[in-house]
């Protein structure tokens, strides 16, 4: 049970696939050298392996408790957080200004990969306050920014999303905690739910983003305010003061992530709690849409992180479990099971289907880098054009893949995967959150088909089918049978995701609810085709480097290895999702709700 | 949280497609007319609605526990397996001879399928005693039957299966529990795992089924002899005696399935305990083989079981759960989820996927009814052969669905689903184990691969196929959009599961780690045929009789629909498992041993 970040893979993914090069050419990222870069993975993969991960399984067995509003985290997570803030791992990606490092998102993913696979439990408050820094940056005061951002960058103080209500879950419409205005702040009033660390041990203060109607606001999303709401308002000098109105009410028993302390918030019972409007009335809800693109793009690295956890756990199992003879030799004695064929299809199908996420999702890391900083307009506004798509399919795919990998892990691990002491079955329960939370897999794919395909008539997903044929124009040149199969596996899924993306786009303006009835397959086969795409592509780095004998040959040769084997083996089930993608519209309405 | 059992469903599968009709003309089966069957599904829909259904929270929440040796079950179920003793519920398929009641596999298969839906921390003791009254049964001495059979067939007794060892789990030729002849008995000695209801408060004595080996018996699998060894020696007059050497030791912390205890068994502490040899020495592995078809058909019903129970906590959730407008109507109010389309897509690929399982489920049954009772001798063994080639792929192909679709129904319920006290993330805890134990499914793939499909080069297999195109015929005159739709899945099928089948056949022959490495897939594949196959079969009659107003229409359009969903949404991946299934030998052994 342990971890150990896979920095080679990283490194290349970084590098090779995300282009960090190009990164660190943007404008304000010239800090971002490679060996600044490399100082940083070695260094968090340190604190990763030997300080997070250790903690994992207490986090699970002992979990975060509640006692007199009171949370107390699981043993040593208090002591690690102290750690976190003072090596500033908070503030990697975050504005010089308010003390952050300004380093790019791709640098600060790759790293958020670790901390969410060394222990997902404790890597959550890390990604809320990211979140709630998000907002304040983009759309606070001055004088909130200046009050806030540098205590939640450095981490000293971490922040919360208070969204959720008990009628009001993926329909943030419905929600009703109010905020009523007096003089220069509001009373809020209401109780949120699924507050994730909203109350906790390891920070000074607790800063709650929370949205709420004010009494004069129109019905619906546009009668929703966002107000910060302070644990302990803060004293002139910055230091925590007074008490706010506001505290946990109760912890939910949950099926994993049992170190989070996911909270029922009590907001005002005597009286009101003290909170300050952020922007302006009634725009709460789209102030939440702008920083979703990182949010969601977390949410899909903790799926790729649990995977990788997974299948670190299982190959090293798979190494050491000796169970019946090898099939292709006649010696009857028995071998260590990752000499079974259908235990190495577990693990080959959960490596590739790994690198191909760790592919996608810092390739559309470093699209938001892109995006952000590109001195170009137009360039920067394709890039984000093109991030905007990748979004849902990141948060979506990756979340299943890492349930499935999950659970492939605890198969691997036979009778030993069902009992808790193994770890295995703590990585299936974790990922069990990921396809629901942050918008469920389901908003994912609707979000992709009802505005992001529909917006440009799939014009943005048609330039990354342009991309793929490109591709597999070069890999044309490629000598061997690997390249060709890999090649195969390009063309066929450009043709399979330009006549879904076609199809989609003609169908969300013909009748929406057809479209989405296809929309979680469509999803599955553009996330699948997408990331076969950028390891085909690092399939053709590696045949070149092995010509060149630049790097690692047998690293260099897996990658081909694990190519070959996603496009014969990963890609053809998900690519004839084409069928029931335009299929299921057809039925799903056939029986009536009484039926059901 | 509650479970109804589907008789409409379930009376369809029996009679339509599993031939109870057929079944009850069987020499030894003619009690089971229809009122008497339907009389004893109704009374099991009751005990499996009110009375186990409702234990079954509690059964996960407090579970097991252990206090010097003894087990205590979770509150309720030692009174609940009093009523089922009282009913004669253990006794429905066995030896009239014995006190049982003779009944078909098949009714016995769909009461099964009532139990483990309604509560199968509970509904695994009745198993485990299925299979050790089926192992004394065949291979018991005359005296042995008649002092351990008429118990356990009542359930006043319940046996076990002590199989595993630590080092000796699917490679049970590595165990090592001794047993040293002494005059008519042995004394056993050693440790077992993983042994479930290996010690509990619901049965008067418990009669341990335990794999030894003999002081000079040969190494591996044919050392091993199989050994009674109950918990109370029995006395002359039947009741239990003198308290044997045996102990649970502890109890293992299991993802899932709480309420069953799952022991390690220590056997002979204090001298070594009293054992009686079933049949003759070294042949134990051979006397647990003939048991298994039985044990394998009992945990692929687990799969469909838990599956109907996770759809029907989900139908019923997003009937009431309101949230968001219909996106089909331009009225802005929120409505209940199973109007959102992809909610309606969900659901349906639970329902089509289940009703695939029961018919195939059942029609396995019959089959094994046929093999035991069928006159013909030649009839019986062609029931025989196919019966055990579609075993592996029920255990399996079942319980891979039974997670897939629990864990549908954690999604359907969104966050709430990942909240403990909503129950659906039970379904999934408990479902978890399903393709683990009984020979976990790389094991049955393995079967089907290694040893069913290739016994006799294709040739059941591709007699099934010949069925399926024989359908496709039966279809071409029925009329409808529908019926099209299904007809070309039938096709589609046949010519997928045939190319497999051939390519799995001569694979085998050629080199058997090819094979073994697309196993996997060709059992997702076949199974996915197979229950279409059957699901196709059903839209015929449904169609045929909504044509001459023969039952409830509604029921009947409904079979039409899911068939046609089954057809053109769950078809199309799992047919294109037919190229990964003849890559995956390519690439699976390219990688080292120590690069994974």
């Known amino acids: 049970m342990t971890y150990t970040a896979p920095l080679a893979d990283m490194r290349f993914a970084l590098r090779e696939v995300a282009g960090l090069g190009r990164v660190a050419g943007l404008p304000g990222y010239e800090h971002a050298t490679d060996d600044t870069v490399d100082a940083v993975l070695e260094e968090a993969a340190r604190l990763a392996g030997n300080g997070l991960a250790p903690l994992n399984r207490d986090g699970d067995k002992v979990g975060a408790t509640l006692e007199n509003g009171v949370v107390r985290t699981a043993p040593g997570f208090a002591a690690i957080y102290k750690e976190f803030v003072a090596g500033g791992w908070n503030s990697l990606p975050f504005d010089p200004e308010f003390g952050g490092q300004g380093m790019p998102w791709l640098l600060a993913t790759t790293v958020q990969e670790m901390w969410q696979a060394a222990n997902m439990g404790f890597g ?11 907002a304040i940056h983009h759309h606070g005061s001055p004088a909130q920014k200046a009050q806030y951002l540098p205590k939640m960058i450095s981490g000293d103080w971490t922040g919360t999303m208070n969204l959720t209500e008990p009628q009001a879950g993926s329909d943030l419409g419905q929600l009703k905690s109010r905020a009523v205005r007096e003089g220069d702040h509001y009373k809020v009033t209401g109780q949120k739910i699924f507050i994730t660390y909203g109350e906790h041990d390891m920070a000074e203060n607790i800063v709650h983003l929370v949205l709420a109607r004010t009494p004069d606001a129109p019905a619906g999303v546009r009668g929703i305010s966002l107000f910060i709401v302070p644990k302990f308002l803060p004293n002139e000098d910055g230091t925590p003061g007074k008490r706010n109105d506001l505290k946990c009410v109760s912890l939910e028993h949950k099926l994993g992530i049992h170190a989070s ?52 756990q299982a190959a090293s199992f798979a190494r050491t479990r000796v169970q019946s003879k090898d099939d292709g030799k006649p010696n009857p004695v028995p071998v260590s099971i990752v000499h079974h064929p259908d235990v190495r299809r577990m ?51 990756f979340t299943d893949l890492g349930n499935e990998i999950a659970s492939t892990g605890v198969q691997i691990h036979g009778g030993m995967g069902f009992i808790e002491e193994t770890g295995a079955a703590q990585h299936l329960r974790d990922a069990r959150i990921l396809p629901i939370y ?4 389901g908003i994912q794919a609707r979000d992709l088909v009802g505005r992001k395909v ?13 991309e793929m044929r490109a591709l597999a124009g070069e890999l044309k040149a490629a000598p061997g049978d690997d390249m060709e199969a890999i090649r195969d596996g390009v063309l066929a899924s450009a043709e399979a995701l330009e006549e879904a993306t076609i199809w989609v786009a003609q169908s969300v303006k013909a009748e929406l609810v057809t479209a989405l009835a296809g929309s979680v397959p469509f999803l599955r086969l553009a996330g699948t085709a997408l990331g076969g795409w950028l390891l085909a592509r690092s399939a053709l780095v590696a045949q070149n480097r092995l010509a060149t004998r630049d790097g690692d040959p047998a690293f260099m040769e897996a990658k081909l290895i694990t190519a070959r084997f996603y496009a014969e083996v990963i890609l053809p089930p998900a690519l004839a999702q084409l069928g029931p993608l335009q299929a299921a519209g057809r039925t799903v309405f056939a029986l009536r709700e009484e039926q059901f």
């Not at 959550?124 to 998000?134: F, R």
């Not at 942050?438 to 897999?441: D, F, L, P, R």
């Not at 529909?454 to 342009?466: R, Y």
Request: proline share 2%.
């Open 124 to 134: 959550l408050v890390l990604l809320l306050n990211q979140g709630a820094i998000d």
């Open 261 to 312: 302390p996911t909270c029922v918030m009590s907001f005002g019972d005597d009286g009101g709690a003290i909170g300050y409007l952020v922007g302006e009335e009634g725009r709460g809800l789209s102030y939440m849409f702008t920083m979703m693109n990182n949010a969601r793009l977390s949410v899909g690295i903790q799926g790729l992180a649990i995977a990788e956890r997974a299948y670190q």
């Open 347 to 397: 693990l080959m199908s959960m490596r590739a289907q790994i690198e191909a996420m760790r592919a996608l999702g810092y390739y559309t890391a470093a699209g938001i880098d892109g995006a952000l900083r590109h001195p170009d307009k137009e360039a920067a506004r394709k890039t984000q054009d093109r991030v905007d798509l990748l979004i849902p399919i990141v948060k979506a795919w």
């Open 438 to 441: 942050e918008g469920t897999n």
């Open 454 to 466: 529909a917006k440009d008539g799939g014009e943005t997903m048609l330039g990354l089918v342009a």
